[in-house]
Protein backbone atom coordinates (compact mmCIF):
# COMPACT_ATOMS: atom_id res chain seq x y z
CA UNK A 1 0.00 0.00 0.00
CA UNK A 2 1.25 3.52 -1.03
CA UNK A 3 0.90 6.32 1.53
CA UNK A 4 -0.40 10.01 -0.16
CA UNK A 5 -0.59 12.73 2.23
CA UNK A 6 -2.51 15.92 0.87
CA UNK A 7 -2.18 19.29 2.54
CA UNK A 8 -3.72 21.88 0.97
CA UNK A 9 -7.52 22.03 0.08
CA UNK A 10 -7.50 20.05 -2.74
CA UNK A 11 -10.95 19.23 -4.61
CA UNK A 12 -12.14 15.89 -3.54
CA UNK A 13 -13.83 15.43 -6.44
CA UNK A 14 -11.00 15.47 -8.29
CA UNK A 15 -9.05 12.59 -6.31
CA UNK A 16 -11.48 10.04 -6.71
CA UNK A 17 -9.43 8.02 -8.16
CA UNK A 18 -7.19 7.76 -6.07
CA UNK A 19 -9.55 7.21 -3.36
CA UNK A 20 -10.71 4.02 -5.03
CA UNK A 21 -7.48 2.26 -6.24
CA UNK A 22 -6.70 -0.31 -3.75
CA UNK A 23 -2.62 0.11 -3.69
CA UNK A 24 -3.53 3.93 -1.81
CA UNK A 25 -4.36 5.36 1.09
CA UNK A 26 -5.13 9.11 0.92
CA UNK A 27 -4.73 10.94 4.04
CA UNK A 28 -5.78 14.69 4.62
CA UNK A 29 -3.90 17.25 6.73
CA UNK A 30 -4.98 20.82 5.39
CA UNK A 31 -3.21 23.27 6.92
CA UNK A 32 -0.57 21.51 8.64
CA UNK A 33 2.67 23.58 10.44
CA UNK A 34 5.85 23.14 8.52
CA UNK A 35 7.14 21.33 11.98
CA UNK A 36 4.41 18.87 11.89
CA UNK A 37 4.86 18.21 8.39
CA UNK A 38 8.69 17.99 8.44
CA UNK A 39 7.50 15.28 11.84
CA UNK A 40 5.02 12.91 9.93
CA UNK A 41 6.59 12.99 6.16
CA UNK A 42 8.71 9.71 6.57
CA UNK A 43 5.85 7.80 6.25
CA UNK A 44 4.84 9.02 3.41
CA UNK A 45 5.04 8.04 -0.01
CA UNK A 46 3.48 10.90 -2.21
CA UNK A 47 2.57 14.40 -1.28
CA UNK A 48 -0.12 16.38 -3.40
CA UNK A 49 -0.08 20.20 -2.58
CA UNK A 50 -1.20 23.30 -4.04
CA UNK A 51 0.83 26.64 -3.46
CA UNK A 52 -0.12 27.05 0.54
CA UNK A 53 1.99 24.57 1.12
CA UNK A 54 5.68 25.31 1.42
CA UNK A 55 7.82 22.01 0.34
CA UNK A 56 11.34 23.00 1.57
CA UNK A 57 14.89 20.96 1.77
CA UNK A 58 14.68 20.36 5.25
CA UNK A 59 10.88 18.50 4.73
CA UNK A 60 12.42 17.24 1.32
CA UNK A 61 15.61 15.83 3.67
CA UNK A 62 13.21 14.16 6.62
CA UNK A 63 11.05 12.98 3.98
CA UNK A 64 12.94 8.93 3.58
CA UNK A 65 9.87 7.43 1.72
CA UNK A 66 9.15 10.29 -0.27
CA UNK A 67 8.91 9.02 -4.15
CA UNK A 68 6.46 12.04 -5.79
CA UNK A 69 5.58 15.35 -5.30
CA UNK A 70 2.76 16.60 -7.06
CA UNK A 71 1.20 19.92 -7.46
CA UNK A 72 -2.30 20.46 -8.33
CA UNK A 73 -1.98 23.41 -10.72
CA UNK A 74 0.61 24.49 -12.40
CA UNK A 75 3.62 26.72 -10.61
CA UNK A 76 5.86 24.97 -8.60
CA UNK A 77 7.50 27.91 -6.89
CA UNK A 78 6.43 26.50 -3.10
CA UNK A 79 8.64 23.31 -3.80
CA UNK A 80 12.39 23.00 -3.52
CA UNK A 81 12.39 21.25 -6.95
CA UNK A 82 16.35 21.02 -6.96
CA UNK A 83 16.52 19.57 -3.36
CA UNK A 84 13.86 17.07 -4.50
CA UNK A 85 15.81 15.98 -7.54
CA UNK A 86 19.15 15.56 -5.27
CA UNK A 87 16.95 13.63 -3.59
CA UNK A 88 15.36 11.13 -6.14
CA UNK A 89 11.73 12.72 -5.88
CA UNK A 90 9.72 13.30 -8.95
CA UNK A 91 8.27 16.74 -8.92
CA UNK A 92 4.92 16.90 -11.15
CA UNK A 93 2.61 19.20 -11.65
CA UNK A 94 -1.18 19.75 -13.94
CA UNK A 95 0.09 22.50 -16.55
CA UNK A 96 -3.11 21.89 -18.84
CA UNK A 97 -6.06 22.23 -16.29
CA UNK A 98 -6.59 25.78 -15.82
CA UNK A 99 -6.60 26.00 -19.74
CA UNK A 100 -9.82 27.00 -20.14
CA UNK A 101 -10.85 28.97 -16.86
CA UNK A 102 -7.51 31.15 -18.10
CA UNK A 103 -9.00 31.18 -21.18
CA UNK A 104 -12.32 32.24 -20.42
CA UNK A 105 -11.40 34.56 -17.50
CA UNK A 106 -9.26 36.65 -20.42
CA UNK A 107 -12.34 36.84 -22.19
CA UNK A 108 -14.30 38.24 -19.27
CA UNK A 109 -11.68 40.38 -18.30
CA UNK A 110 -11.81 41.62 -22.09
CA UNK A 111 -15.60 42.66 -22.01
CA UNK A 112 -15.59 44.09 -18.71
CA UNK A 113 -12.85 46.49 -19.99
CA UNK A 114 -14.49 47.37 -23.79
CA UNK A 115 -17.82 47.73 -21.69
CA UNK A 116 -16.79 49.37 -18.32
CA UNK A 117 -19.03 46.47 -16.51
CA UNK A 118 -17.01 46.90 -12.99
CA UNK A 119 -16.89 50.53 -12.75
CA UNK A 120 -20.28 50.88 -14.10
CA UNK A 121 -21.49 48.27 -11.56
CA UNK A 122 -19.65 50.49 -8.40
CA UNK A 123 -21.71 53.59 -10.05
CA UNK A 124 -25.10 51.98 -9.99
CA UNK A 125 -25.05 50.26 -6.44
CA UNK A 126 -24.21 53.60 -5.29
CA UNK A 127 -27.45 55.03 -6.59
CA UNK A 128 -26.20 56.84 -9.39
CA UNK A 129 -27.11 56.35 -13.42
CA UNK A 130 -24.58 57.30 -15.67
CA UNK A 131 -25.01 55.71 -18.79
CA UNK A 132 -23.13 58.45 -21.27
CA UNK A 133 -20.17 58.35 -18.76
CA UNK A 134 -19.61 54.67 -19.25
CA UNK A 135 -20.48 54.06 -22.73
CA UNK A 136 -18.00 51.17 -24.24
CA UNK A 137 -16.72 49.93 -27.24
CA UNK A 138 -17.68 46.73 -29.11
CA UNK A 139 -15.49 43.48 -29.83
CA UNK A 140 -16.88 42.68 -33.34
CA UNK A 141 -14.95 43.53 -35.84
CA UNK A 142 -11.97 44.75 -33.62
CA UNK A 143 -8.15 43.75 -34.46
CA UNK A 144 -7.11 41.27 -31.54
CA UNK A 145 -3.51 41.03 -30.98
CA UNK A 146 -2.32 37.29 -29.17
CA UNK A 147 1.16 37.46 -28.12
CA UNK A 148 1.96 33.78 -27.36
CA UNK A 149 -0.44 31.19 -29.21
CA UNK A 150 0.24 28.34 -26.74
CA UNK A 151 -2.65 25.95 -25.70
CA UNK A 152 -4.73 29.59 -23.75
CA UNK A 153 -3.52 31.57 -26.63
CA UNK A 154 -5.04 29.28 -29.32
CA UNK A 155 -8.27 28.93 -27.30
CA UNK A 156 -8.48 32.52 -27.00
CA UNK A 157 -8.37 32.85 -30.57
CA UNK A 158 -11.24 30.20 -30.94
CA UNK A 159 -13.23 32.48 -28.98
CA UNK A 160 -12.42 35.74 -30.34
CA UNK A 161 -13.06 34.75 -33.49
CA UNK A 162 -16.77 34.17 -32.68
CA UNK A 163 -16.94 37.95 -32.32
CA UNK A 164 -16.27 38.12 -35.50
CA UNK A 165 -12.77 39.65 -34.63
CA UNK A 166 -9.49 39.95 -36.90
CA UNK A 167 -6.59 38.02 -34.91
CA UNK A 168 -3.14 38.23 -35.08
CA UNK A 169 -0.96 35.71 -33.74
CA UNK A 170 2.98 36.41 -32.24
CA UNK A 171 4.74 33.22 -31.02
CA UNK A 172 8.64 32.10 -32.28
CA UNK A 173 6.86 28.78 -33.07
CA UNK A 174 3.96 29.79 -35.16
CA UNK A 175 3.78 29.00 -38.44
CA UNK A 176 2.09 30.16 -41.36
CA UNK A 177 0.74 26.67 -41.51
CA UNK A 178 -0.43 26.48 -37.92
CA UNK A 179 -1.80 30.52 -38.68
CA UNK A 180 -3.84 29.44 -41.38
CA UNK A 181 -5.19 26.39 -39.77
CA UNK A 182 -5.87 28.80 -36.67
CA UNK A 183 -7.63 31.12 -38.99
CA UNK A 184 -5.59 34.07 -37.90
CA UNK A 185 -2.63 36.32 -39.13
CA UNK A 186 0.71 35.62 -38.27
CA UNK A 187 2.58 38.80 -37.42
CA UNK A 188 5.41 40.87 -35.90
CA UNK A 189 5.47 42.50 -32.45
CA UNK A 190 5.69 45.71 -34.29
CA UNK A 191 2.47 44.75 -36.79
CA UNK A 192 0.85 43.87 -33.64
CA UNK A 193 1.43 47.00 -31.69
CA UNK A 194 0.58 49.32 -34.43
CA UNK A 195 -2.57 47.18 -35.84
CA UNK A 196 -4.08 45.90 -32.55
CA UNK A 197 -7.16 47.27 -31.28
CA UNK A 198 -6.89 45.05 -27.72
CA UNK A 199 -3.92 43.05 -26.96
CA UNK A 200 -3.62 40.09 -24.52
CA UNK A 201 -0.63 38.36 -23.71
CA UNK A 202 -0.32 33.83 -23.14
CA UNK A 203 3.51 33.79 -23.00
CA UNK A 204 5.73 32.92 -20.12
CA UNK A 205 7.80 35.24 -18.07
CA UNK A 206 11.18 34.58 -18.57
CA UNK A 207 14.19 37.03 -18.98
CA UNK A 208 13.66 37.27 -22.55
CA UNK A 209 10.04 38.62 -21.98
CA UNK A 210 10.04 40.48 -19.25
CA UNK A 211 8.90 43.66 -19.39
CA UNK A 212 8.06 43.04 -23.41
CA UNK A 213 5.40 45.86 -23.02
CA UNK A 214 7.42 48.69 -22.50
CA UNK A 215 7.68 52.11 -23.10
CA UNK A 216 9.17 51.38 -26.34
CA UNK A 217 6.47 48.96 -27.16
CA UNK A 218 3.70 51.26 -25.85
CA UNK A 219 4.79 54.00 -27.98
CA UNK A 220 4.41 51.86 -31.25
CA UNK A 221 1.18 51.02 -30.37
CA UNK A 222 -2.07 52.20 -31.81
CA UNK A 223 -3.55 55.14 -30.14
CA UNK A 224 -6.82 53.74 -27.78
CA UNK A 225 -5.31 50.26 -27.23
CA UNK A 226 -6.62 48.27 -24.85
CA UNK A 227 -4.39 45.84 -23.09
CA UNK A 228 -5.18 42.44 -21.28
CA UNK A 229 -2.92 40.55 -18.77
CA UNK A 230 -3.98 36.93 -17.40
CA UNK A 231 -0.83 35.65 -18.12
CA UNK A 232 2.31 36.55 -16.00
CA UNK A 233 3.40 39.31 -13.78
CA UNK A 234 6.20 41.20 -15.25
CA UNK A 235 4.87 40.50 -18.81
CA UNK A 236 3.82 44.79 -18.48
CA UNK A 237 5.82 46.98 -16.98
CA UNK A 238 3.75 48.75 -14.89
CA UNK A 239 5.23 52.06 -14.34
CA UNK A 240 5.72 52.42 -18.27
CA UNK A 241 1.40 51.48 -18.75
CA UNK A 242 0.41 53.76 -16.11
CA UNK A 243 2.92 56.76 -18.20
CA UNK A 244 0.48 55.51 -21.28
CA UNK A 245 -2.92 55.34 -19.81
CA UNK A 246 -2.19 58.39 -18.16
CA UNK A 247 -1.30 60.06 -21.78
CA UNK A 248 -4.75 58.71 -23.35
CA UNK A 249 -2.24 56.19 -25.87
CA UNK A 250 -3.60 53.11 -23.92
CA UNK A 251 -7.05 53.32 -23.39
CA UNK A 252 -7.69 50.78 -20.91
CA UNK A 253 -6.24 47.90 -19.44
CA UNK A 254 -7.81 44.93 -17.43
CA UNK A 255 -4.92 43.03 -15.38
CA UNK A 256 -4.77 39.71 -13.06
CA UNK A 257 -0.92 39.24 -12.68
CA UNK A 258 1.18 41.62 -11.10
CA UNK A 259 4.51 42.04 -10.81
CA UNK A 260 4.94 42.11 -6.72
CA UNK A 261 1.88 40.22 -5.87
CA UNK A 262 -0.12 40.76 -3.56
CA UNK A 263 1.32 44.64 -4.29
CA UNK A 264 -0.38 46.24 -7.26
CA UNK A 265 1.46 49.36 -8.71
CA UNK A 266 -0.82 52.16 -6.50
CA UNK A 267 -0.96 54.76 -9.53
CA UNK A 268 -2.91 51.99 -11.15
CA UNK A 269 -5.69 51.52 -8.96
CA UNK A 270 -6.41 55.18 -9.00
CA UNK A 271 -7.41 55.56 -12.98
CA UNK A 272 -10.78 55.21 -13.78
CA UNK A 273 -9.90 53.08 -16.84
CA UNK A 274 -7.81 50.09 -14.77
CA UNK A 275 -9.78 46.73 -13.88
CA UNK A 276 -7.98 44.25 -11.56
CA UNK A 277 -8.61 41.13 -10.59
CA UNK A 278 -5.90 38.91 -7.63
CA UNK A 279 -4.92 35.85 -10.15
CA UNK A 280 -8.29 34.49 -10.41
CA UNK A 281 -7.45 32.92 -13.68
CA UNK A 282 -7.39 29.43 -12.67
CA UNK A 283 -9.88 29.84 -9.71
CA UNK A 284 -12.76 27.93 -11.11
CA UNK A 285 -14.52 24.91 -9.45
CA UNK A 286 -14.21 22.86 -12.93
CA UNK A 287 -10.28 23.90 -12.81
CA UNK A 288 -9.59 22.87 -9.33
CA UNK A 289 -11.19 19.65 -10.67
CA UNK A 290 -9.04 18.96 -13.70
CA UNK A 291 -5.92 19.25 -11.55
CA UNK A 292 -6.95 17.32 -9.01
CA UNK A 293 -7.74 14.61 -11.78
CA UNK A 294 -4.31 14.97 -13.63
CA UNK A 295 -2.25 14.66 -10.55
CA UNK A 296 -4.26 11.58 -9.05
CA UNK A 297 -3.81 9.86 -12.57
CA UNK A 298 0.30 11.10 -12.67
CA UNK A 299 0.61 9.45 -9.54
CA UNK A 300 -1.11 6.17 -10.14
CA UNK A 301 0.75 5.66 -12.99
CA UNK A 302 4.18 6.74 -11.25
CA UNK A 303 3.56 4.02 -8.70
CA UNK A 304 1.83 1.18 -11.20
CA UNK A 305 4.41 1.78 -14.73
CA UNK A 306 6.95 4.38 -13.62
CA UNK A 307 5.37 6.16 -16.67
CA UNK A 308 6.16 10.14 -16.14
CA UNK A 309 4.13 12.43 -17.66
CA UNK A 310 4.20 16.11 -16.52
CA UNK A 311 7.37 16.06 -14.26
CA UNK A 312 9.14 19.48 -13.59
CA UNK A 313 12.57 17.30 -12.79
CA UNK A 314 14.53 14.96 -14.93
CA UNK A 315 13.60 12.04 -16.65
CA UNK A 316 14.99 8.70 -15.56
CA UNK A 317 18.06 7.58 -16.28
CA UNK A 318 20.94 4.80 -14.27
CA UNK A 319 23.58 6.28 -12.10
CA UNK A 320 26.08 4.65 -14.69
CA UNK A 321 24.86 6.48 -17.90
CA UNK A 322 24.52 9.43 -15.52
CA UNK A 323 28.03 9.42 -14.64
CA UNK A 324 29.61 8.96 -18.26
CA UNK A 325 27.66 11.87 -19.48
CA UNK A 326 27.22 14.51 -16.97
CA UNK A 327 29.65 16.65 -18.56
CA UNK A 328 28.13 16.17 -21.62
CA UNK A 329 24.80 17.52 -20.39
CA UNK A 330 26.16 20.95 -19.54
CA UNK A 331 28.07 21.20 -22.45
CA UNK A 332 25.08 20.62 -24.93
CA UNK A 333 23.12 22.86 -23.37
CA UNK A 334 25.71 25.45 -23.53
CA UNK A 335 25.83 24.41 -27.50
CA UNK A 336 21.80 24.86 -27.83
CA UNK A 337 21.55 28.27 -26.25
CA UNK A 338 24.27 29.58 -28.10
CA UNK A 339 22.75 28.15 -31.47
CA UNK A 340 19.42 29.48 -31.10
CA UNK A 341 20.53 33.34 -29.94
CA UNK A 342 22.99 33.26 -32.55
CA UNK A 343 19.87 32.02 -35.01
CA UNK A 344 18.18 34.78 -33.10
CA UNK A 345 14.70 33.26 -33.72
CA UNK A 346 12.53 29.93 -33.53
CA UNK A 347 13.96 27.17 -35.65
CA UNK A 348 12.03 25.02 -38.06
CA UNK A 349 14.13 21.90 -38.34
CA UNK A 350 17.34 20.86 -35.83
CA UNK A 351 20.33 18.44 -36.61
CA UNK A 352 22.77 16.88 -33.99
CA UNK A 353 25.79 15.13 -34.85
CA UNK A 354 27.17 13.17 -32.44
CA UNK A 355 30.61 11.52 -33.13
CA UNK A 356 33.92 9.70 -31.21
CA UNK A 357 33.43 8.32 -27.90
CA UNK A 358 29.70 9.36 -28.08
CA UNK A 359 28.50 6.69 -30.30
CA UNK A 360 28.92 4.24 -27.77
CA UNK A 361 26.97 5.86 -25.14
CA UNK A 362 23.13 6.45 -25.08
CA UNK A 363 22.86 9.77 -25.53
CA UNK A 364 18.79 10.44 -25.37
CA UNK A 365 19.54 12.12 -22.09
CA UNK A 366 21.85 14.29 -23.93
CA UNK A 367 19.82 14.77 -27.03
CA UNK A 368 16.31 15.93 -25.01
CA UNK A 369 18.91 18.26 -23.12
CA UNK A 370 19.79 20.43 -26.01
CA UNK A 371 16.15 20.34 -27.26
CA UNK A 372 15.50 21.73 -24.03
CA UNK A 373 18.20 24.30 -24.17
CA UNK A 374 16.40 25.11 -27.50
CA UNK A 375 13.23 25.50 -26.34
CA UNK A 376 13.90 26.99 -22.97
CA UNK A 377 15.06 30.86 -24.81
CA UNK A 378 11.24 31.06 -25.83
CA UNK A 379 9.16 28.86 -23.78
CA UNK A 380 11.04 28.91 -20.46
CA UNK A 381 10.09 26.90 -17.73
CA UNK A 382 7.40 25.34 -19.22
CA UNK A 383 9.89 22.92 -21.06
CA UNK A 384 11.93 20.26 -18.80
CA UNK A 385 13.53 17.39 -19.94
CA UNK A 386 10.60 15.12 -19.75
CA UNK A 387 8.44 17.33 -22.30
CA UNK A 388 10.95 18.67 -24.53
CA UNK A 389 10.61 16.32 -27.37
CA UNK A 390 6.77 16.61 -26.82
CA UNK A 391 6.99 20.11 -26.91
CA UNK A 392 8.84 20.16 -29.94
CA UNK A 393 6.37 18.26 -31.76
CA UNK A 394 3.85 20.51 -30.55
CA UNK A 395 5.56 23.30 -32.15
CA UNK A 396 5.51 21.53 -35.22
CA UNK A 397 9.62 20.81 -35.63
CA UNK A 398 11.08 18.28 -36.38
CA UNK A 399 14.86 17.22 -35.32
CA UNK A 400 17.13 14.66 -36.79
CA UNK A 401 20.15 12.82 -35.24
CA UNK A 402 23.42 11.93 -36.85
CA UNK A 403 25.68 9.54 -36.45
CA UNK A 404 29.56 10.07 -37.76
CA UNK A 405 31.42 6.67 -37.23
CA UNK A 406 34.37 8.18 -39.78
CA UNK A 407 34.80 11.67 -37.86
CA UNK A 408 38.00 12.49 -37.10
CA UNK A 409 39.73 15.31 -35.09
CA UNK A 410 38.40 14.94 -31.63
CA UNK A 411 38.12 11.74 -29.44
CA UNK A 412 34.28 12.79 -28.52
CA UNK A 413 32.18 15.68 -30.76
CA UNK A 414 29.17 16.63 -31.04
CA UNK A 415 27.86 19.28 -33.74
CA UNK A 416 24.36 21.47 -33.66
CA UNK A 417 22.90 22.96 -36.58
CA UNK A 418 19.90 25.07 -36.54
CA UNK A 419 18.28 26.23 -39.84
CA UNK A 420 15.14 28.86 -40.59
CA UNK A 421 14.28 29.60 -43.90
CA UNK A 422 17.69 29.76 -45.58
CA UNK A 423 19.82 30.95 -42.37
CA UNK A 424 21.88 27.99 -41.04
CA UNK A 425 23.84 28.06 -37.31
CA UNK A 426 26.24 25.35 -36.73
CA UNK A 427 28.01 24.90 -33.57
CA UNK A 428 30.59 22.31 -33.03
CA UNK A 429 31.99 20.95 -29.31
CA UNK A 430 33.69 18.63 -27.30
CA UNK A 431 35.05 17.60 -23.84
CA UNK A 432 38.94 17.99 -24.10
CA UNK A 433 40.69 15.56 -21.78
CA UNK A 434 42.27 17.70 -19.10
CA UNK A 435 40.40 21.09 -20.05
CA UNK A 436 36.87 20.70 -20.44
CA UNK A 437 33.82 21.71 -22.38
CA UNK A 438 35.04 23.69 -25.48
CA UNK A 439 33.11 25.24 -28.34
CA UNK A 440 35.53 24.03 -31.30
CA UNK A 441 33.30 24.93 -34.38
CA UNK A 442 31.28 28.25 -34.91
CA UNK A 443 29.85 27.99 -38.59
CA UNK A 444 32.22 28.29 -41.01
CA UNK A 445 35.08 29.07 -38.61
CA UNK A 446 37.55 26.98 -36.32
CA UNK A 447 37.80 28.12 -32.55
CA UNK A 448 38.68 26.79 -29.30
CA UNK A 449 36.40 28.63 -26.74
CA UNK A 450 35.65 27.85 -23.27
CA UNK A 451 31.94 28.68 -22.67
CA UNK A 452 31.41 31.65 -20.16
CA UNK A 453 28.30 33.27 -18.73
CA UNK A 454 29.29 36.51 -20.81
CA UNK A 455 30.40 36.43 -24.45
CA UNK A 456 30.82 38.63 -27.20
CA UNK A 457 30.10 37.32 -30.63
CA UNK A 458 31.64 40.01 -33.06
CA UNK A 459 31.39 39.68 -36.92
CA UNK A 460 33.44 42.57 -39.16
CA UNK A 461 35.79 42.70 -42.02
CA UNK A 462 39.04 41.67 -41.16
CA UNK A 463 40.50 45.20 -41.22
CA UNK A 464 43.44 46.39 -39.35
CA UNK A 465 43.00 48.25 -36.19
CA UNK A 466 39.71 46.38 -35.44
CA UNK A 467 40.79 44.59 -32.52
CA UNK A 468 42.27 46.92 -30.84
CA UNK A 469 39.52 49.39 -31.31
CA UNK A 470 37.08 46.92 -29.80
CA UNK A 471 39.73 46.51 -26.57
CA UNK A 472 39.61 50.27 -26.29
CA UNK A 473 35.95 50.63 -26.17
CA UNK A 474 35.13 47.58 -23.72
CA UNK A 475 37.92 49.36 -21.67
CA UNK A 476 36.67 53.00 -21.43
CA UNK A 477 33.56 51.07 -19.94
CA UNK A 478 35.30 49.26 -17.44
CA UNK A 479 34.25 45.84 -19.20
CA UNK A 480 37.09 43.24 -18.81
CA UNK A 481 38.02 40.94 -21.30
CA UNK A 482 38.89 37.20 -20.13
CA UNK A 483 40.07 35.49 -23.01
CA UNK A 484 39.37 36.58 -27.23
CA UNK A 485 39.24 34.09 -30.17
CA UNK A 486 39.37 35.56 -33.79
CA UNK A 487 38.71 33.77 -37.01
CA UNK A 488 38.87 34.26 -40.40
CA UNK A 489 39.00 32.52 -43.85
CA UNK A 490 40.70 35.05 -45.98
CA UNK A 491 42.84 38.02 -45.75
CA UNK A 492 40.60 41.27 -46.46
CA UNK A 493 37.78 38.89 -45.58
CA UNK A 494 34.71 38.43 -43.24
CA UNK A 495 36.37 37.57 -39.65
CA UNK A 496 34.87 37.04 -36.05
CA UNK A 497 35.68 37.66 -32.61
CA UNK A 498 34.23 35.95 -29.80
CA UNK A 499 35.35 37.44 -26.45
CA UNK A 500 34.85 36.33 -22.50
CA UNK A 501 33.40 38.99 -20.32
CA UNK A 502 33.83 39.51 -17.29
CA UNK A 503 30.42 41.14 -17.03
CA UNK A 504 27.58 41.89 -19.63
CA UNK A 505 27.82 45.15 -21.62
CA UNK A 506 25.09 47.93 -21.92
CA UNK A 507 23.23 48.82 -24.87
CA UNK A 508 25.24 52.01 -25.27
CA UNK A 509 28.62 49.80 -25.50
CA UNK A 510 26.81 47.36 -27.98
CA UNK A 511 25.99 50.45 -30.37
CA UNK A 512 29.46 51.99 -30.02
CA UNK A 513 31.10 48.76 -31.27
CA UNK A 514 28.25 48.48 -33.78
CA UNK A 515 29.25 51.93 -35.14
CA UNK A 516 32.78 50.87 -35.97
CA UNK A 517 33.68 51.00 -39.70
CA UNK A 518 33.99 47.39 -41.05
CA UNK A 519 31.38 46.34 -38.28
CA UNK A 520 29.22 43.83 -39.41
CA UNK A 521 27.18 42.73 -36.11
CA UNK A 522 27.79 42.92 -32.88
CA UNK A 523 26.00 40.35 -29.88
CA UNK A 524 26.00 39.34 -26.61
CA UNK A 525 25.72 35.52 -25.81
CA UNK A 526 24.73 34.57 -22.42
CA UNK A 527 25.09 30.88 -21.42
CA UNK A 528 24.81 28.39 -18.04
CA UNK A 529 27.89 27.56 -16.57
CA UNK A 530 26.27 24.85 -14.24
CA UNK A 531 24.13 22.26 -14.97
CA UNK A 532 21.02 22.25 -13.14
CA UNK A 533 20.89 18.67 -11.79
CA UNK A 534 24.71 18.11 -11.42
CA UNK A 535 24.83 17.33 -7.81
CA UNK A 536 23.53 13.71 -8.14
CA UNK A 537 21.74 11.57 -10.26
CA UNK A 538 18.28 11.18 -10.73
CA UNK A 539 18.12 7.12 -10.11
CA UNK A 540 15.95 4.74 -11.19
CA UNK A 541 12.50 4.35 -9.55
Known amino acids: MFKILVTD ?11 AHKDFIVEHKPGIAPQDLKAVIGQYDGLIVRNQTKVTKDIIEAAGNLRVIARAGVGVDNIDVDAATRKGIIVVNSPGGNTISATEHTLAMMLSLSRNIPQAHRSASRGKWEREKFKGVELFKKTLGIIGTGKIGTEVTKRAKAFEMTVLGYDPYLTEERASKLGIKKATLDEIAAQSDFITLHTPLMKETRHMIDETFLAKTKKGVRIINCARGGLVDE ?17 DVFEKEPEITPGLLELPNVIVTPHLGASTQEAQIRVAVDVSEEIINIFESQAIRNAINMPQTSGENWERMEPYLLLGEQVAQLGIQLLRE ?3 KIEITYAGDLLEEDTKLLTRTIIKGILSHHLGSTVNLVNALHLLKEQGLTYNIQRNAS ?7 LELSLYKEGKQVNIGASIINGFGGR ?5 DY ?22 GQ ?8 DTNIGTMQVGRKEIGGEAIM ?3 LDKTVSRKVLDQLRGLIGMKDVQILELTTGYTFQEEPFVEV
Not at 241 to 249: H, M, Q, S, W
Not at 439 to 443: A, R
Not at 450 to 463: G, N, S
Not at 470 to 477: E, P, T
Open 439 to 443: IVKLN
Open 498 to 500: VLT
Open 446 to 467: RVDIRPEQHLLYIRHLDIPGMI
Open 470 to 477: VGSILGDN
Open 9 to 19: KVSEEGLKKLY
Open 407 to 413: FKGFSNY
Open 346 to 348: APE
Open 239 to 255: QALLKALKEGRVAGAAL
